[in-house]
């Protein structure tokens, strides 16, 4: 009987392959609120979450506790607001429809009341582009536009923690912590220096792929390895202008 190929089992998506839930603290989201509701809460601590990059900031709202991620400028005691007509500044929560455009915003939510999904790595922000008709327009980090309902609500500010890339890891047993509580495959082995049975391009003396490492986007699994739907591969050639 043969043998599924490293792809495969990760596709499945077995224990062994997922984050570690050790040190996880709870969801960072923000409280309920109910329509036209305000709240004002308090930094009681800043916290590090095991697996993630932007430090947690404890918050108290009317006896409630809520993580959520901490922006720049955050400190132990300080105030947020979240609501409708709350404050414009920083570190408060309102809705994008109150939000004016060429704003830094961070933590935004997807839906509404989903507490907030996009936009929660370390340094990163999004960019309050326009308000439309259909709703309002906002580029993210990668620099792909999304269209949000106004009433979905965002954090004013940039999401502490950047420049965290900017230390290097020294040694290879850090590395392998950060990517076990990452949930990453650490250390990654060329596919053409694995035997044959586990992976597509292994096998053979010499390690050479021996065919198309380019694969399409619905391309079955274990054999969806390499290239996967890629635009244009190879050497980049420069035409010469004809005189």
Same mark, same amino acid.
């Given at each position: 009987?043969?043998k599924?190929?490293?792809?495969?089992?990760?596709?499945?998506?077995g224990?062994?392959?997922?984050?570690?839930?050790?040190?996880?603290?709870?969801?960072?989201?923000?409280?309920?609120?109910?329509?036209s509701?305000?709240?004002?809460?308090s930094?009681?601590?800043?916290?590090?979450?095991?697996?993630?990059?932007?430090?947690?900031?404890?918050?108290?709202?009317?006896?409630?506790?809520?993580?959520?991620?901490?922006p720049?400028?955050?400190?132990?005691?300080?105030?947020?607001?979240?609501?409708?007509?709350?404050?414009?500044?920083?570190?408060?929560?309102?809705?994008?429809e109150?939000?004016?455009?060429?704003?830094?915003?961070?933590?935004?939510?997807?839906?509404?009341?989903?507490?907030?999904?996009?936009?929660?790595?370390?340094?990163?922000?999004?960019?309050?582009?326009?308000?439309?008709?259909?709703?309002?327009?906002?580029?993210?980090?990668?620099?792909?536009?999304?269209?949000l309902?106004?009433?979905?609500k965002?954090?004013? +500010?940039?999401? #502490?923690?950047a !420049? @965290?890339?900017?230390? /290097?890891?020294? &040694?290879? *047993?850090n590395?392998?912590?950060?990517?076990?509580?990452?949930?990453?495959l650490?250390?990654?082995v060329r596919?053409?220096?694995?035997?044959?049975?586990?992976?597509?391009h292994?096998?053979g003396r010499?390690?050479?792929? +021996?065919?198309? #490492?380019?694969? !399409? @986007?619905?391309t079955? /699994?274990?054999? &969806?390895? *390499?290239?996967?739907?890629p635009?244009?591969t190879?050497?980049?050639?420069?035409?010469?202008?004809?005189?």
């Amino acid at each position: 009987m043969g043998k599924r190929t490293l792809v495969r089992r990760r596709g499945r998506g077995g224990k062994q392959f997922q984050a570690i839930k050790t040190g996880k603290i709870v969801p960072a989201k923000y409280p309920n609120l109910q329509s036209s509701e305000q709240k004002v809460g308090s930094i009681v601590d800043i916290v590090h979450e095991r697996g993630r990059d932007a430090p947690l900031a404890k918050v108290e709202f009317d006896k409630e506790i809520s993580y959520v991620p901490a922006p720049d400028g955050l400190e132990v005691g300080g105030k947020i607001q979240i609501g409708d007509n709350v404050e414009f500044k920083p570190n408060n929560i309102l809705p994008l429809e109150s939000i004016p455009d060429g704003t830094l915003i961070c933590n935004l939510e997807k839906n509404i009341g989903d507490g907030g999904k996009l936009v929660k790595s370390a340094g990163s922000s999004a960019i309050v582009f326009s308000h439309t008709s259909q709703g309002v327009s906002i580029k993210l980090p990668s620099g792909k536009f999304t269209t949000l309902n106004p009433r979905c609500k965002a954090m004013i +500010g940039v999401i #502490s923690g950047a !420049g @965290r890339k900017e230390k /290097p890891f020294l &040694k290879a *047993g850090n590395k392998q912590k950060y990517m076990t509580a990452h949930g990453k495959l650490y250390p990654k082995v060329r596919g053409i220096a694995q035997a044959a049975v586990y992976h597509p391009h292994g096998g053979g003396r010499h390690q050479h792929v +021996g065919r198309q #490492s380019s694969v !399409g @986007r619905t391309t079955p /699994p274990g054999r &969806k390895v *390499g290239n996967i739907a890629p635009r244009k591969t190879g050497r980049a050639r420069v035409k010469q202008k004809k005189e």
